[in-house]
């Protein structure tokens, strides 16, 4: 319990400033949306010079971004980009921290077990996690309310919403491996941000056939399927949750038995 | 009792440096010193011992329970100081030592502020302001706050200045009167031998020899050089107990052992300008335990 609320009380700061971040963005497209929807005749015939392939990379969708779901669920690949960024760091940043700051000669000196020290730092992050999302959920739903006009499938919306969590998790457990596995870690940032954007371009890229959206978590979620039938795709839940537990199971084998060397 | 056996104990990396089949044992109560060079394999048993890292061979016991499987047991009566203390930054002294006592099932408020008090460090500071002694204390009360039996001490005299040290040493001494055993690695001979009842000597991943300091101080050799006036013979001081000796022109150097009075009496004997009378330091003496085993 007490490495639990030190791990949590160290990233408080950070996981305030990521919540704010993701409201903000969410605030900030959401305020565009009354005016396009004014407009979105104009709007749609300029979307449709773009070439099909440009559009789809991008998941632009012509036909629903006149509708609050549909701009949002465009939007929300920006927002799900820095969450997944907010998860990979923190990841990457909590289980190498005893590496990067040498404090593994006091932390995994005291009378505790590595599995129960890497367990409660992992707990406290899934804390963050859960905090940003939760916040995030409230603050979205808000603000969407408020701009939506006519029809509005909050199903719909939560479920979008949602999968800010389910990459977040994906992300932050390939973190974790990650920094489990590679300890010497320097810039936690560079690493993030490169994995992360990674799997993004991997996302716009492979995400155009069926089969290659299992290689980016970003595409575990299609918004077009979920605005048409108010459900996820249950094959890349599974997928997804293999790769969270495959990752954890990893993590916690080779930081029971890594040797801590001296710095 | 032994509070600390260590069988076989062997830890390779890959084909480069790490320890040797290592054996010895370290009883209830006594300071035990752990010299050898830099690099000789010092840390790597200490660490190995503290299950920070995990042996390839042999196998090493606190408190008769093995390290590996029970570390978290034992972690409870071991207090531990490393070589270079690092902490979280960001945190004031006072936070961190109280993070530190929270692991172990006692209330140590009381014992912080005197071990402050002794070791004159301000709590309030944040542990990024602190100079290297000054963390180097904070780990010193952290190592102690929850009053080990055994205590682990990993070349813990640098950044000390030689008060602090003094300070430092007395508070050992008081630990180890109360019942604590220490287990004292260092490259300071005279710090080891001011402090420890036996020691062992490590030299490139291998023990070289386990004796009481009393013994080694008996085997001691004293290292003479001399400036002479005018020309002596080689053999004047072709003696037994002399070692290394040189020979050059005017000056004279070599190692002595055996009763100082017969070598005070002899150089006496001859015209000298210039006269230094040193200890040996360490890695005179490992030659001389080299010389033995050839």
């Known amino acids: ?263 | 009792m032994n509070v600390i056996e260590i069988d076989g104990l062997t830890k390779t990396y890959g084909s480069s440096r790490g320890i040797n089949n290592i054996s010895f044992n370290v009883e209830e109560g006594e300071i035990f010193g752990f010299i050898g060079p830099n690099g000789a394999g010092k840390s790597t048993t200490i660490r190995t011992l503290l299950s920070l890292i995990h042996p390839t061979g042999g196998s090493a016991k606190i408190f008769g329970k093995d390290c590996v499987e029970f570390a978290p047991d034992i972690a409870k009566d071991v207090g531990y100081l490393p070589s270079e203390v690092f902490y979280y930054d960001n945190m004031k002294v006072m936070d961190l030592l109280k993070y530190s006592a929270s692991f172990y099932k006692k209330d140590c408020s009381g014992r912080i502020r005197e071990l402050a008090e002794k070791l004159d460090l301000d709590l309030t500071k944040k542990i990024d302001d602190l100079s290297l002694g000054n963390k180097k204390k904070v780990g010193i009360i952290q190592g102690l706050v929850h009053e080990p039996k055994l205590i682990i001490l990993d070349e813990p005299t640098s950044g000390l200045d030689p008060l602090m040290q003094q300070t430092f040493f007395d508070l050992l001494k008081e630990e180890n009167r109360k019942g604590a055993t220490v287990l004292f690695s260092s490259h300071i001979l005279s710090e080891v031998q001011r402090m420890c009842d036996r020691v062992a000597i490590i030299k490139e991943g291998e023990i070289v020899q386990v004796e009481k300091i009393s013994i080694l101080k008996e085997n001691n050799h004293k290292k003479f050089k001399l400036e002479v006036k005018s020309d002596i013979s080689a053999g004047y001081f072709d003696l037994t107990g002399v070692n290394n000796l040189e020979v050059h022109e005017h000056h004279i150097s070599f190692l002595f052992r055996g009763d100082i009075n017969e070598i005070m009496k002899k150089i006496a004997e001859i015209d000298i300008a210039n006269l230094w009378i040193e200890e040996p330091d360490l890695e005179e003496i490992f030659m001389h335990y080299y010389e033995k085993e050839v």
């Open chain 1, 1 to 263: 319990m007490n490495m639990y609320l030190f791990e949590l009380r160290a990233y408080r700061k950070n996981t305030l400033m990521w919540t704010l971040a993701l409201t903000g963005l969410a605030l900030l497209f959401m305020s565009m949306f009354p005016p396009i929807a004014k407009e979105i005749d104009e709007f749609k015939k300029a979307l449709e010079g773009f070439p099909e392939g440009v559009r789809k990379a991008l998941g632009l969708q012509v036909e629903t971004i006149g509708s609050v779901n549909g701009y949002y669920s465009y939007t929300f690949m920006y927002i799900a980009l820095c969450g997944a960024i907010q998860a990979m760091t923190l990841g990457i940043s909590i289980s190498s921290k005893e590496v990067r700051e040498k404090t593994a000669d006091f932390l995994l000196t005291k009378p505790v077990t590595r599995t129960n020290v890497l367990a409660s730092k992992l707990l406290a992050a899934l804390t963050c996690i859960l905090f940003t999302n939760i916040v995030y959920l409230g603050a979205a739903v808000l603000i969407a309310k408020a701009v939506a006009s006519g029809e509005f499938s909050l199903t719909a919306f939560l479920l979008i919403s949602l999968s800010l969590l389910i990459i977040s998790l994906i992300m932050f457990a390939l973190g974790t491996m990650l920094a489990v596995l590679f300890p010497k870690i320097k810039s936690v940032i560079s690493v993030s941000l490169g994995v992360v954007f990674g799997f993004f371009v991997l996302g716009m890229v492979a995400g155009l056939e069926e089969s290659g959206r299992y290689f980016s978590p970003f595409k575990y979620v299609d918004y077009a399927y979920v605005m048409k039938k108010e459900t996820y795709e249950w094959p890349f839940l599974v997928v997804g949750f293999i790769i969270i537990v495959l990752a954890f199971i990893v993590s916690f084998i080779v930081y029971k038995k890594k040797d801590i060397h001296t710095v």
